[in-house]
Nanobody, 130 residues
C-alpha cells in the first residue's frame, strides 16, 4: 500500500525542538522528491523543505533555513524509508499541521516552497507554546 504516515508532532515551548518523522512505504521512495508542507489555521498550505531524489539535494523555505533540517534514512528496504524533519528554535509562527508529501517541481516561492504534489500524508500537529 502506497502511503505516507507522519508522527512526532506535539507541544513544544518557544525556542524548543521537535523531530517529525514520515514513514513512506509502498513505492521506491528514493526515486521521488519528498518533503514537508505545513498549514496553519486560516492559512494556505506552504512548502517547508524537500529532499530531491537526484543527488539528495535539499531545499528549504526561507523561514526554515538554518533552523530546520530534512533527512532520509539509509535503510536497505527500497520500498520503505523514513524522512525526518528536525525543527529547532521553534517560533510562534511555526505551529500548524505538518504534512509529508511526494511530488515534483519543488521550487522556492516567496519565503516558502511550492511543488506539484502527487501523494499526501494525513499530517501531524505542531503546537508552540509561549
Amino acid at each position: 500500500q502506497v502511503q505516507l504516515v507522519e508522527s512526532g508532532g506535539g507541544l513544544v515551548q518557544t525556542g524548543g525542538s521537535l523531530r517529525l518523522s514520515c514513514e513512506a512505504s509502498g513505492f521506491e521512495v528514493d526515486m521521488y522528491d519528498i518533503g514537508w508542507f505545513r498549514q496553519a489555521p486560516g492559512k494556505s498550505r506552504e512548502g517547508v523543505a524537500c529532499i530531491r531524489a537526484r543527488y539528495g539535494v535539499k531545499l528549504y523555505a526561507e523561514f526554515a533555513e538554518g533552523r530546520f533540517a530534512i533527512s532520509r534514512d539509509s535503510s536497505s528496504d527500497i520500498m520503505k524509508k523514513t524522512v525526518y524533519l528536525e525543527m529547532n528554535a521553534l517560533k510562534q509562527e511555526d505551529p500548524g499541521v505538518y504534512f509529508c508529501a511526494v511530488g515534483a517541481a519543488w521550487v522556492p516561492r516567496g519565503n516558502s516552497l511550492t511543488a506539484s504534489i502527487d501523494l499526501w500524508g494525513k499530517g501531524t500537529q505542531v503546537t508552540v507554546g509561549s
